[in-house]
Every structure is written in structure tokens, then in C-alpha cells.
């Protein structure tokens, strides 16, 4: 079975960088995964912020990127703000026709 | 913009069948833009893929939930829904309906995107006697 992983948990300052990870239990994310990037905010419908591995969702701002870092898909803050603290997740779709998410990582900002 | 709604109960018992409806506007379930998707999120836990339906009705399950699931459309009222039978204490979550876009790269000669473009709410069901 599939397992995608990302971080349980991580901290950053406000105005800092911080870079999520999205792996595979066994291989290379590539492009060929079409990774995508959502946040999760409780009480609200979940955001789409990356697909593609690196488009930016209609809306999101430019200091959300995404990309390939080494054997895993990346999703990259610059500038960290206080309403940046949610819960997010990766996804990628199999050549199966399955999408498969990450566990999740919790960003902290302080 | 394509928005979603979900609908249904909100308390079932074990051992019977969840079954919910998503409603979308500002699209057509039979454009062939979106796989109409469901997605679950369990207390405390992470988000989970269920599976989805096409514009053609083919389908596509999580295979740890095959057995159970059942999605379908029905074109003449613009929605689609989920059935999970046999549902325990486990099967209590958010639910999300969502249309997976795709979309086909003239660069690339391939379908591309697959990415869950827009999203319900959200429903809380509940398995409990």
C-alpha cells in the first residue's frame, strides 16, 4: 500500500521561510505525481494552494511555491504569517487513477 | 465558479449505511472537467480519499474502502452521492465532496492537473446508537 509522508509538525517565525516535504514510503515523488497542496483550516472548506507540483491556485499569493527537492514534492513559505498556522496536506495522484494523501503536517507560526 | 454543497444525515447507526449527497452549481456533472469526488476527515486524524466519479460514471474507490463504497450521479439533478454501508464508530468524520481537475497540456500531449479544485463545506456524520 501506498504511504505518502510528510511531517507530523513544524515551527516558524513569523516572517520566516519554512519548507514542507511530501514523500513516498518507497520511491521519488516526481512530476509525474502531479503533487498537489491544500491547507486546512478548522471551521473552513479546505484551501487548494499548489497543483501541479508549482501553479498557484487562483488567489493564492506568490509566498506559496511548490516543487520537487530532491526525492519529494515541496511546499515552500516565504515570510510566514500568523493566519499561515493550519494544518496542511499533500496529495498525489497514482498512475492508478488513486489519489493518496499525506498525514498532514501542522505549522506553527512563532 | 463551481461550489459545492453537501447534504445528509448527521447521525447513523453502526452497522448501516451512510449516505450523502453533494450538489454542484456553476458546473455541469457531465462536463468531463472534474472526477466528482468524496473525502472524508476523521477526528483527530487526516484527510482520506474515498473516491470518485467521472462524467462517463466510471469510478474509482480507495481500495481499503472498496467493499463498502458506492458513488453515483445522477445527471438530471446535478449532484452526486456516496453510500458506505456497514459503517462503524470508525466511519464518523467530515465529509467533503470535491471535484478533482483535470485537464489536457497541449504541451505536454497528456492530461495533467488532477487536483481537487473546489470543495464542499463539509458534513459531520456521526456513527453512534
Known amino acids: 500500500q501506498t504511504v505518502v509522508t510528510q511531517e507530523p509538525s513544524f515551527s516558524v517565525s513569523p516572517g520566516g521561510t519554512v519548507t514542507l516535504t511530501c514523500g513516498l514510503s518507497s520511491g521519488s515523488v516526481s512530476t509525474r505525481y502531479y503533487p498537489s497542496w491544500y491547507q486546512l483550516t478548522p471551521g473552513q472548506a479546505p484551501r487548494t494552494l499548489i497543483y501541479n507540483t508549482n501553479t498557484r491556485s487562483s488567489g493564492v499569493p506568490d509566498r506559496f511555491s511548490g516543487s520537487i527537492l530532491g526525492n519529494k514534492a515541496a511546499l515552500t513559505i516565504t515570510g510566514a504569517q500568523a493566519d499561515d498556522e493550519s494544518d496542511y496536506y499533500c496529495v498525489l495522484y497514482m498512475s492508478s487513477g488513486i489519489s493518496v494523501f499525506g498525514g498532514g503536517t501542522k505549522l506553527i507560526v512563532l | 465558479q463551481v461550489q459545492l454543497q453537501e447534504s445528509g444525515p448527521g447521525l447513523v447507526k453502526p452497522s448501516e449505511t451512510l449516505s450523502l449527497t453533494c450538489s454542484v452549481s456553476g458546473d455541469s456533472v457531465s462536463s468531463g472537467s472534474y472526477y466528482w469526488s468524496w473525502i472524508r476527515q476523521t477526528p483527530g486524524k487526516g484527510l482520506e480519499w474515498i473516491g470518485y466519479?467521472?462524467?462517463?460514471?466510471?469510478?474509482k474507490y480507495n481500495p481499503s474502502l472498496k467493499s463498502r463504497v458506492t458513488i453515483s450521479v445522477d445527471t438530471s439533478k446535478n449532484h452526486f452521492s456516496l453510500k458506505l454501508s456497514s459503517v462503524t464508530a470508525a466511519d464518523t468524520a467530515m465529509y467533503y465532496c470535491?471535484?478533482?481537475?483535470?485537464?489536457?497540456?497541449?504541451?505536454?500531449?497528456?492530461?495533467?492537473?488532477?487536483?481537487?479544485?473546489?470543495w464542499g463545506l463539509g458534513t459531520l456524520v456521526t456513527v453512534s446508537s
Open positions: 466519479i467521472s462524467y462517463s460514471g466510471s469510478t
Open positions: 470535491a471535484g478533482q481537475h483535470y485537464y489536457y497540456d497541449s504541451t505536454a500531449y497528456n492530461y495533467v492537473g488532477y487536483y481537487f479544485d473546489c
